[in-house]
């Protein structure tokens, strides 16, 4: 079963930057077809649904909401790990961060990280 941890996350102001990182255990070798294929970040605000920040693949292709290009940056490692590197920060990134990861098995989630922005 895998489980993600993650880290980072806090409050800041605006324009500063902030690095999340997401670890998984249980994760079967890259090799075995169960592996982990698709590691990245969502993000909910209050009221708002769920949203898709940034992902990365196996084969190393990202994924970005149009919100964040340019500032945020997502670097995986083998999809063992995963770090979001924000950067610019801005009011409207004030949401729980949530750590999922995708293989053939199904998704999984971490328990979300709180990410807050003062203007």
């Known amino acids: 079963q895998v489980q993600l941890v993650e880290s980072g996350g806090g409050l800041v102001q605006s324009g500063g930057s902030l690095r999340l990182s997401c670890a998984a255990s249980?994760?079967?070798?890259?090799?075995?077809?169960?592996?982990?294929?698709?590691m990245g970040w969502y993000r909910q605000a209050p009221g708002k649904q769920r949203e898709l920040v940034a992902d990365i693949s196996r084969g190393g292709s990202t994924t970005y909401a149009d919100s964040v290009k340019g500032r945020f940056t997502i670097i995986g490692d083998a999809l063992n790990s995963v770090t979001l590197q924000m950067n610019s920060l801005k009011p409207e990134d004030t949401a729980v961060y949530y750590c999922y990861a995708k293989s053939i098995l199904g998704d999984y989630w971490g328990q979300g990280t709180q990410v807050t922005v003062s203007s």
């Open positions: 249980g994760n079967p070798p890259s090799r075995n077809i169960f592996s982990i294929n698709v």
